[in-house]
């Protein structure tokens, strides 16, 4: 059976295509003293909105991670350890 940790919200939102940036430091910045998740669809989208979120100043408040299969397999494991060592205000951009 699937356990899920109590503590654990699940958020999604659509949105149209050219909201989706706006929208998504909206949610950050609401969350900013929370561990997130953001699933995206492709590696290649993780890396676009890793970059395009780290030049972000109203972001500068939320540790960004970028995690996804095409990278390393040392860079993941030091990724998800930083992830899970941070007590909050951080995201990790990820594929499914």
């Not at 900013?32 to 669809?41: H, M, N, Q, R, T």
């Not at 290649?44 to 390393?72: M, T």
């Amino acid at each position: 059976p699937l356990i899920v940790p109590e503590a654990l919200n699940n958020f999604y939102m659509t949105c149209p295509l050219e909201r989706k940036l706006d929208l998504l430091v909206w949610f950050l910045r609401k969350h900013k003293d929370e561990k997130v998740i953001v699933y995206f669809l492709t590696c290649a989208v993780v890396d676009y909105f890793f970059q395009i979120l780290r030049e972000r100043p109203e972001l500068e408040a939320v540790k960004l991670f970028s995690f996804h299969g095409k990278a390393p397999a040392k860079k993941r494991a030091k990724t998800m350890q930083g992830f899970d060592e941070n007590d909050g205000g951080c995201a990790l951009l990820v594929t499914d």
